[in-house]
C-alpha cells in the first residue's frame, strides 16, 4: 500500500501537502473540519453578512461580475446573483473531468474557501464536503477555463440540484444523483456562487497530480535506468561519488545514489567495469539529466503546496483584528502552479527522451550486441522494434505538450481581464505529459526485461533490479516469439503508476531518493 493510499481521513484546518491532496482525490479518503476550520469560515460570513446590511460596495456581492462591476446590485437581488453565476459560467465544453480530477477540484474549493476570507456560509463547504465523502462526484467539462471560472461552475450546477455527476459508476442529473446519496440540493447565499467558481481550484487541482505522478515517474525512472544501464553492460564509475562531489548538484548526487543502490551487488556491472572507458551519454549522463529535472519538480512542488494552502478568492474578506476589510485584487492569478507547470512538462519530457534513446541502445543489434529488437529469430520476429515506434509518437506529443502555455495572453472579459495567465491549460498539459512520461519508462522497462536471458544469466543482478525484474517476471512471460504486447506494456506503466515500481526496489535497498 503506497503512502497516499495509507490516510484514510484529512483534516482541514491546518498544513496541508499533496499527498493529503491525492489521498483525496485518487484514494477516497474521507475529509474532515477542524474546529479552527469552522470558526474562521463563521467569522468571515458574519462579516459578509454586516455589511450586505449596510449596503457596503463588494465585487460580486454587491455589484456584477467582470465588465459588470459598476453595475449595483441590490440587497435582495444578492442571492439571485449567486445563482446566476453559477448557471451563466457554466459554459466549459469537451471532454469531462476523470472522477479523480473532479474530486481533486472539490478538495481544492474547501481548502480555497475554508482559509476564511471568502465570506461563504459554513453549510455551503459542510455540504460539498458531503459530496466529496459519499462519493458523488459532478460532471465538469475540461475545455476552456483560462484559469477559474468553467469547470467550477459546473460543479457547484450539483449543490444546486442541476447539472449531472456520477454516483456508483452512473452518471445521473444532479438532482437524481444528490437524492440517491441521501443529500439535499441548497440555495446559495451573497458571495457564495462567486465563492465556488473564483480562484486557481482546478489549476492547482490538476497541476498537483499531474507533479504528484511525475515526482513517482522521475524516481522509477532512476530505478529503470538502472535495470538498462545493468542490461547495457554499463561503467558504473560514471555514478562515482568523486565526480558527483565535484560538481554538488544534490539533486545529481541523489540519482547516482539511487542508481549505485539499485545496482548494489551486481556481478554484471563488476564483470564490464573495466571493458570500455566510457559509455554513450544516455548511459553516462543519468545522474546530470535525471537530478536537472528532478530539481524542477522539486521547486514545484515547493509552490504548490504553498498554493495548496492558500485563498485564492477575490475579493477576499480580511476579518482579522480592527482592519477589517473587502479586498478586491488577484489572488486568482494562476502564474505561480502555471509557470511551474510548464517547467514539469519540459523537465518530464528530458526524462522521456532519455529514456527513448536507452530504450534504442538496447533493441539495436549494433549498440547492444544483442539480436535486432531482443528477440530470437529476428525477420521472421519483430520483437520489441515497434513498442520504440510508440516511444517516438509519444515523445512528439511531448514536446509540443511542452509549449509554454502562460506566454499565451487572450484578453476577456471586455478588456477587463485584458492579461490572462493561462495556467489552466499549463497544469491540463501537464497532466497528459505524466501520462505519456509513464508509458515511455514502461517501454524501456519491457526491454530492459526481455534483455535479461541474453545477458548473462550466470551472473548476479543487482539488489535492487534482481528484486524489480522477479516481480515483472510474474506478470510478463520472456518473449520466444511475437507476441501480443499492449497489455504488458499497460501492466508495466501501472506498475509505475501506482509507485509499486520504486516500492519493489526500496524492499530490496532501503529508501531512495
Known sequence: MNQCEEIKVVELGGTVGLRELVAVARYGARVEFSDGYRERVNRSRKL?????????????????????????????????????????????????FTVEQ??????????????????????????LRELLNKGVTPWAPREGSVGYLSPEAHMALVLLGEGKAWYQDELLPGAQALARAGIKPMELGAKEGLAL?????????????????????????????????????????????RVMAVRPHPHQAGVADNVRKV?????????????????ALSLRCIPQLHGAAKK??????ATVEIELNSCCDNPIIWSEGADADVISACNADSSYVGMEMDSCCIAATTLAKMSERRNNRLIDENLSGYPWF??????LNSGLMIPQYTQAGLLNDMRILSTPATIDNTPTCGNQEDYVAMGYNASKK?????????????????????????????????????????????????MEEDMFLHPHIEYLRELIHSGRLVELAEEAVGELS
Not at 477540484?105 to 482559509?115: P, R
Not at 545496482?263 to 559509455?279: A, P
Not at 551472473?459 to 515483472?472: F, H, N, T
Open 197 to 241: 467558481v473564483s480562484g486557481t481550484t482546478s489549476v492547482t487541482a490538476l497541476g498537483g497530480l499531474a507533479l504528484w505522478d511525475m515526482l513517482n515517474a522521475a524516481k522509477a525512472a532512476d530505478v529503470i535506468a538502472a535495470i538498462t544501464l545493468e542490461a547495457s553492460k554499463g561503467i558504473i564509475r560514471a555514478f562515482d561519488e
Open 374 to 379: 531482443l528477440i530470437q529469430n529476428p525477420g
Open 430 to 478: 501537464a497532466v497528459a505529459v505524466a501520462e505519456k512520461l509513464e508509458y515511455i519508462l514502461a517501454i524501456e522497462l519491457l526491454s530492459g526485461f526481455q534483455a535479461q536471458p541474453l545477458l548473462d544469466p550466470e551472473r548476479k543482478r543487482g539488489e535492487g533490479s534482481a528484486r524489480v525484474l522477479e516481480e515483472i517476471g510474474r506478470h510478463v512471460p520472456v
Open 48 to 96: 459578509v453578512e454586516e455589511w450586505i446590511d449596510q449596503e457596503r460596495v463588494m465585487y460580486g456581492v454587491t455589484t456584477g461580475f467582470g465588465a459588470l462591476c459598476t453595475k449595483a446590485i441590490s440587497k435582495e437581488e444578492t442571492a439571485r446573483l449567486q445563482r446566476n453565476i453559477v448557471l451563466s459560467h457554466s459554459t466549459s465544453v469537451g471532454e469531462p
Open 296 to 301: 524542477k519538480l522539486q521547486d514545484a512542488l
Open 263 to 279: 545496482l548494489k551487488g551486481s556481478e554484471i556491472i563488476e564483470h564490464y567495469q573495466d571493458s570500455r572507458v566510457q559509455d
Open 102 to 127: 473532479a474530486r481533486s477540484t472539490m478538495f481544492m474549493m474547501l481548502q480555497n474557501i475554508g482559509q476564511g476570507y471568502s465570506g461563504v456560509r459554513l453549510a455551503v463547504l459542510e455540504k
